[in-house]
């Protein structure tokens, strides 16, 4: 089971990811949007802002916010990291349910391009 440094290291790489990218992908990233990141089987939710092309003012929270973010996405730690990584891949975990994303429909378009 990935730890809670693990995930953070995964949403850090995915900041730098988004940062580093061109064309489609970076005007996806431009983006000014609250994030939230729960992760399952530790109880716990990055919570964060998508601005600037990055990942920015990220902290733990335990179990699940009270307040609701923009783009909400919810899997497990492993997944996560496994994501971030280029093990898992994005579509096939999001139809096999293993990675929930919750967004306006709007957002989720621009988003498919990131992950």
């Known amino acids: 089971m990935a730890t809670t440094e693990e995930c953070l290291a ?65 899997t497990t730690g492993d997944d996560l990291v496994a994501m971030v990584g280029g093990e898992l891949n994005f579509a096939r975990a999001w139809a096999g349910g293993r990675i929930r994303v919750q967004a306006s429909l709007r957002d989720v378009f621009r988003l498919r391009s990131l992950l």
């Open 10 to 74: 995964a949403l850090e790489q995915l900041s730098a990811n988004l940062a580093g990218a061109e064309g489609d992908v970076r005007a996806a990233a431009a983006l000014d949007r609250s994030l939230s990141c729960r992760i399952t089987d530790l109880d716990i939710t990055f919570v964060g802002r998508l601005t600037g092309g990055r990942i920015q003012d990220v902290t733990t929270v335990p179990g699940t916010p009270a307040e609701k973010a923009q783009i909400r996405l919810t």
